[in-house]
């Protein structure tokens, strides 16, 4: 495996990722890890990241020094160049100017990263420090107009630092870079694939199960559903879900649940209708916020109260994945860095006293995809957008009522058939309506209207983090429109929301 140490770079996971994408397994650690920890996990290469700190400023993130002396290929990114050149002896400065965006790397010195490359190519930098002064034994093996020091190597002791990133898209050449550190420096072997992550994960549920039984709650979204398929693999029918009808899901979705999973599956599962129970307690709430909480706490109890009618249940599962476990483990040991903790049943396990299975808590959600399709299961479920836990409840500004989650499944339904005969679904990262909290005046058969407006929220995203939103063509827009004024009770105007992620989030509320 390859080892990314996380000195604070926004991009620790996507260095992973461009190692996995090469089927090698590759694990982010966070700066402060022993190095006897370390060394047990025995990496074949290291990947320094990159950070927002400057080398020279108090607490700035930094790993044991003896690291260098391993004999364990490292690759140095950005701060993690200035951390190696600095530690080994050499010298980092405030650059007199910061280099931001693209740049051309000129190739000083052939490099087995730099292998087949020619004299040069495009790069992406971000840096304010620079490396003026290089440790004894290194040299340097590419420059930029900015930067004389802008790839460096000590070949004798397979250490490389590169200034640019390879791991972001606009390096040209960066994958390869990437590609050629693992397999030509640190000669790694492709043995990271969905089959064998998936014939592990069978047989470490099954030793850590045993003959006892799991529960889980399954919401019909990619992550439940491969994790509930994968435990099933390995310990059958001593799985246990339970789906909630919260009542503020989409049009169909117990049904589609059925169809693309539990058929195939003979899965032990038992549906809990609880719409009434959800709509009492949402009356009159109007507050986001409350909204969400209410909803949370009652899952917990609802899904509590199944759960313990089970007899002899001793572990949870959950589709916790990877980014999940990342971005609530602090790079720095501090809490400063913790960008959010699990969102699932939190809470539950404590209480209930049951041990968590978390299968997929290595896997990026591109993976998860990968792994449900050697699972078997089926694309349409595989490909589903993402839907909330708090489900329509946030896309219903203001008061939530039984017709007024009527009209807003009714009109996400239509829109969602047209997005998927467009042979849109699977390019948008979500596509959905939203019930506004405002009547407008429209005429309709020579009638004058007083009705309900929807808005139309469709977003382009690669992890949710940030969204673009999403360039529906005018004669898709039209048709959605029309077809939810004219078959959707009670509406008669329609909006698009054409606010990116920042400043607006996904969801409205
Ligand atoms: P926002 O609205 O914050 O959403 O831009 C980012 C992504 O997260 C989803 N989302 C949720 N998912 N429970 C979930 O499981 C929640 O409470 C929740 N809130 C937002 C949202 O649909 C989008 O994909």
């Given amino acids: 495996m390859i080892i990314v140490i996380d000195f604070g770079s926004q991009f620790n996971q996507l260095i992973a990722r461009r190692v996995r994408e ?34 020279y400023e108090d607490n700035s993130p930094s790993i044991d020094k003896s690291l260098f002396d391993l004999g364990i290929p490292i690759l140095g990114i950005c701060y993690g160049m200035h951390y190696m050149v600095h530690t080994l002896g050499g010298k980092i400065k405030k650059a007199s100017k910061r280099e931001y965006g693209f740049a051309n790397l000129d190739i000083k010195e052939s490099n087995p990263l730099f292998k087949d490359m020619g004299t040069g190519f495009q790069c992406w930098m971000s840096h304010g420090d620079s490396a003026i002064e290089l440790p004894e034994n290194f ?9 004389s020091i802008a790839a460096i190597a000590n070949h004798e002791k397979k250490l490389y630092g590169l200034q640019l990133h390879p791991e972001v898209e606009h390096s ?109 307690a949402l009356k009159d709430v ?35 994945l990877y980014p999940d ?15 959010k903790s699990h969102h699932n049943v939190g809470g539950l396990p404590e209480k209930m006293k049951l041990k968590l299975i978390e299968p997929l808590q290595l896997l990026f959600k591109d993976e998860v995809r990968k792994l449900g399709t050697q699972l078997g299961i089926k694309d349409e479920l595989i490909w589903r957008q993402p839907f909330p836990g708090p ?62 407006c929807i808005a139309i929220r469709a977003v382009t995203s690669n992890d949710a983090m940030t969204a673009d939103w999403a360039k529906l063509p005018h004669d898709l827009l039209g048709i959605i429109s029309n077809r939810i004024i004219n078959e959707v009770e009670n509406i008669n105007r329609v909006v698009f929301d054409i606010t990116s992620k920042p400043p607006g989030t996904i969801e409205w509320e």
Wanted: aromatic share 6%; proline share 3%; with cysteine.
């Fill in 139 to 147: 040299v340097i093996t590419a420059s930029t107009k900015n930067t």
């Fill in 286 to 320: 109007i507050d986001p916020e409350k909204k969400r909480k209410i909803i949370g706490n009652l899952f917990i109890e609802v899904f509590e109260a199944q759960a313990t009618k089970i007899d002899g249940a001793q572990f949870l599962g959950q589709g916790t």
């Fill in 391 to 452: 489900g329509l409840a946030i896309r219903i500004m203001g008061e939530i009522t039984s017709s007024r989650l009527e009209i807003l499944r009714e009109a996400d339904a239509i829109l969602l058939e047209e997005i998927r005969k467009a042979g849109l679904y699977r390019k948008l990262w979500q596509s959905f309506a939203v019930l506004l909290p405002v009547k407008t005046v429209g005429v309709m058969g020579d009638k004058r209207t007083f009705a309900n």
């Fill in 22 to 55: 090469n089927d090698v397994y590759c694990q982010v650690e966070p700066a402060g890890i022993p190095i006897d920890k370390l060394k047990a996990l025995n990496p074949q290469g290291i990947i320094l990241s990159g950070g927002p700190s400057s080398i």
């Fill in 172 to 280: 040209i050449n960066g994958s390869r870079m990437i590609r050629h550190f693992l397999f030509d420096v640190c000669n790694c072997q492709k043995n990271w694939t969905m089959k064998s992550f998936c014939d592990g994960a069978v047989s470490q549920i099954k030793a850590a199960v045993g003959d006892k039984k799991v529960i889980m709650g399954l919401s019909g979204g990619v992550d439940s559903s491969v994790a509930a398929t994968l435990i099933h693999k390995a310990i059958g029918k001593n799985l246990f879900c339970i789906f909630v009808d919260n009542g503020l899901l989409r049009k169909n979705e117990k049904q589609a649940l059925e169809k693309s999973l539990i058929s195939s599956l003979d899965l032990n599962i038992k549906f809990i209708d609880a719409k009434d129970k959800f709509l009492f």
């Fill in 325 to 339: 476990i990342i971005e609530s483990k602090s790079a720095f040991g501090g809490p400063t860095s913790i960008i």
